[in-house]
């Protein structure tokens, strides 16, 4: 089996200035171990095409974000950050 060989990068597709920026930080490092993780995945799982077609979630101290993975490039990008209470406020 081959693994993808390049590591996911990880991108803001906007600033998202009302997120605290301690939290982007995290959320930077957890995307991350995500990234090495889908990284350590064989090319020919059937687990690719789903995560291209699907939206992606991840909670993270009272907010959400919501990113998507481009596999043919490698990254993910976080598209979204919603503030849903009981964590830090913007």
Same mark, same amino acid.
Do not use: C
């Given at each position: 089996?081959?693994? #993808?060989?390049?590591?996911? /990068?990880?991108?803001?597709?906007? $600033?998202?200035?009302?997120?605290? =920026?301690? +939290? @982007?930080?995290?959320?930077?490092?957890?995307?991350?171990?995500?990234?090495?993780? #889908?990284?350590?995945?064989? /090319?020919?799982?059937?687990?690719? $095409?789903?995560?291209?077609?699907? =939206?992606? +979630? @991840?909670?993270?101290?009272?907010?959400?974000?919501?990113?998507?993975?481009?596999?043919?490039?490698?990254?993910?990008?976080?598209?979204?950050?919603?503030?849903?209470?009981?964590?830090?406020?913007?």
């Amino acid at each position: 089996m081959r693994n #993808l060989h390049r590591m996911f /990068s990880v991108e803001l597709a906007k $600033p998202f200035s009302n997120v605290p =920026g301690d +939290l @982007l930080i995290e959320l930077r490092a957890r995307l991350r171990e995500i990234g090495d993780t #889908l990284g350590a995945l064989p /090319s020919e799982s059937h687990v690719w $095409p789903s995560l291209a077609a699907s =939206g992606m +979630l @991840l909670e993270l101290e009272g907010w959400r974000f919501q990113y998507r993975v481009d596999v043919e490039r490698r990254r993910l990008i976080v598209d979204a950050a919603t503030y849903r209470g009981g964590g830090r406020a913007p």
